[in-house]
């Protein structure tokens, strides 16, 4: 089992920034995917960015430019810097680890609400 806890989401304006942070416990294998997705209202949740555990990013192309990724392994940490945010970018944001070696899983935060408006 692994579990995922979130934190720093929030209301901020247009152009504004935050900073999100999870953290993973548990069952944490060492070859590893983690980052963030979000779901907007009425929409499919979506990739935002995620990290392997080797140091490889992907970001949505909706983000690159103004959001970063970054994890510390030691610490089983992935934060989230969001910067130049738009209204666009409100949903809820969730925290994911994926096990990569066989078989692989998944598992999820429980979100953590980012809204951008003025």
């Known amino acids: 089992q692994v579990q995922l806890v979130e934190s720093g989401g929030g209301l901020v304006q247009p152009g504004g920034s935050l900073r999100l942070s999870c953290a993973v416990s548990?069952?944490?294998?060492?070859?590893?995917?983690m980052g963030w997705y979000r779901q907007a209202p009425g929409k499919q949740r979506e990739l935002v960015a995620t990290?392997?555990?080797?140091?490889?990013?992907n970001y949505a192309d909706s983000v690159k430019g103004r959001f970063i990724i970054s994890r510390d392994n030691a610490k089983n940490t992935v934060d989230l810097q969001m910067n130049s945010l738009k209204p666009e970018d409100t949903a809820v944001y969730y925290c994911?680890?994926?096990?990569?070696?066989?078989?692989?899983?998944?598992?999820w935060g429980q979100g953590t609400q980012v809204t951008v408006s003025s």
């Open positions: 990290m392997s555990s080797g140091g490889g990013t």
């Open positions: 994911y680890y994926g096990k990569m070696s066989f078989p692989p899983s998944a598992s």
């Open positions: 548990g069952n944490i294998f060492s070859i590893n995917l």
